[in-house]
């Protein structure tokens, strides 16, 4: 470990007062709150605000501070249209993260007259990196004190550069395509080197993430760059093989692409053809509001560089990747949510236009054909149909996959969430019962938006056992536990309220042999 690692296992020093407690970084004092049974930490820098000249740069360490920083509600998430955040975000000072961890101190803790807790038994580590397609999302959604506190583990969740701002790819620009990737390393820096200090182990980091998140998650492990930074690795619906020529599901992009949306970028805000250096000024210029109007609605990682050598799925099939145990898996019904606002925008999926629905999603020559012929509608079931190609195309196959390729090399435990009465995330009625789609499984590890979704006992129940397999996997690398339903390894484990059931059927249900074989 670092010299800082070191200090940060040591010599960490917490006080409690009426008004919050107080944690000492490297970087300064922070003052939290206290809540009943755990400790939140809101807006900690991890990085310099990315402003100015700034703007499309790799991650700069956090300046110090003086005096006691409030850390009692959370900073500005990274710029976004309006959505997940209400309201949408201008703000480029957004590289923060959040810290929850039980309360009181650890068992064993040593504390002082003066209210200073001595070396302590460390807790592991999750650090949460949120979905939002790469364009939405904040860290601070992500309630955790459900799994805090039930788990025994300390949670960190982080804002990263989102859009254009985060995945900007340009001619002689240093860190193209990844600055977001880059601001998770940075991420994952500070809790090497300052997460001792909240009762952490350093030693013990699990990268956690959804959607793209996930797919993060996928980048890292196959980061030369992020080596050492984390020892277990959680991928819920981001699978690592993940391709950009299907729809909806995260992946990367090559470099010449990611450069030529750049360019294209540029030139549509008024920064056209120029010398490198006077594009890049011009661009750092551009309002953050007109630059969120100008980007494309999805957004890629770049691979082909520095910190993205190779696309993850061919660097997991080489075995070139950080050889640590991952907790993997996806939702039963995840295309269903896709599926619904597609109808619901008016393009209906009947017999008579499910071909041509197919094609403009599958438009190589004869895959609209296939997909009809092994999908195939009749009145009145169009929506789930289309629901089931969009997830066994774009997630549950591609997790069998990567599954595949990552059971060769490490421990491997896979999972699908499969409660079809999942409690709903958006407002209104779909056009069909959505089952359990995309995102369904995260109001059972946390409360979004700070705010508990209504469950049966049943359901309750199915959201402990989670928390206990995820937490006890990021303690030791096998998520299997007394409190929880067995888990056999090398199979697939079905979650849902009325059973906690290993299955054999994934692949088939899926038709995943189908997909595998399509162009």
Do not use: K
Request: charged share 15%.
């Amino acid at each position: 470990p670092t010299p800082t690692a070191t200090a940060a296992v040591t010599t960490p020093t917490t006080t409690t007062a009426a008004a919050g407690v107080t944690v000492r970084t490297h970087d300064g004092l922070l003052r939290g709150t206290v809540h009943d049974g755990y400790r939140t930490f809101e807006g900690i820098p991890y990085a310099a605000p990315p402003l100015g000249r700034l703007r499309w740069t790799p991650p700069r360490p956090a300046a110090g501070w003086s005096g006691v920083r409030d850390a009692t509600r959370p900073a500005s998430a990274c710029p976004q249209p309006a959505g997940e955040v209400p309201g949408g975000s201008t703000d480029e000072d957004c590289l923060y993260l959040n810290v929850t961890t039980p309360a009181p101190a650890p068992a064993g803790a040593a504390t002082t007259a003066g209210g200073a807790v001595g070396p302590v038994r460390r807790r592991p580590v999750i650090v949460w990196l949120h979905g939002g397609g790469f364009t939405t999302g904040a860290g601070s959604s992500y309630d955790a004190h459900r799994m805090a506190t039930r788990g025994g583990v300390v949670v960190v969740t982080v804002n990263y550069r989102l859009g254009a701002l985060g995945f900007l790819a340009h001619d002689h620009l240093p860190g193209s395509g990844t600055f977001g990737l880059a601001d998770q390393q940075a991420a994952l820096r500070w809790v090497r080197d300052e997460i001792g200090a909240f009762g952490g182990d350093p030693r013990n980091v699990t990268l956690a993430g959804e959607s793209a998140g996930g797919y993060s998650v996928c980048a890292q492990l196959v980061s030369p760059a992020a080596a050492g930074l984390f020892e277990r690795a959680v991928i819920q619906s981001g699978p690592c093989t993940g391709r950009p020529d299907r729809p909806f599901a995260p992946s990367s992009i090559p470099l010449p692409d990611a450069r030529a949306a750049g360019a294209d970028l540029a030139t549509r805000l008024g920064c056209g053809p120029a010398r490198a250096r006077e594009v890049m000024a011009c661009l750092r210029r551009v309002p953050v509001a007109r630059l969120l109007d100008a980007q494309g609605a999805d957004q890629q990682p770049a691979r082909s560089t520095g910190l993205l050598p190779v696309d993850p799925a061919a660097a997991l099939a080489a075995g070139r990747f950080h050889h640590v145990p991952v907790l993997l898996g996806s939702n039963h019904d995840e295309g269903n949510g896709w599926a619904a606002g597609i109808i619901q925008a008016g393009n209906p999926v009947t017999p008579v236009t499910w071909l041509d629905v197919a094609a403009a999603f599958f438009p190589l020559p004869g895959q609209a054909a296939a997909i009809v012929r092994t999908y195939p509608v009749h009145e009145g079931d169009g929506g789930p149909v289309f629901g089931a190609v969009i997830g066994d195309a774009d997630f549950a196959c591609p997790t069998a996959r990567t599954g595949t390729l990552l059971a060769t090399r490490v421990p491997l435990w896979r999972y699908e969430f499969a409660d079809e009465h999942a409690p709903p995330l958006v407002p209104g009625t779909p056009p069909f019962p959505l089952g359990a789609p995309h995102a369904s499984e995260l109001p059972y590890l946390f409360d979004l938006g700070g705010r508990p979704r209504e469950m049966t006992p049943a359901q309750r129940r199915l959201a402990n056992a989670m928390i206990d397999y995820w937490t006890r996997f990021a303690a030791a690398a096998d998520p299997r536990n007394p409190a929880a339903p067995p888990w056999p390894g090398h199979t697939v484990l079905s979650l849902a309220p009325d059973h906690i059931t290993p299955t054999g059927t994934f692949s088939a249900r899926h038709h995943c042999a189908f997909w595998n074989t399509l162009g």
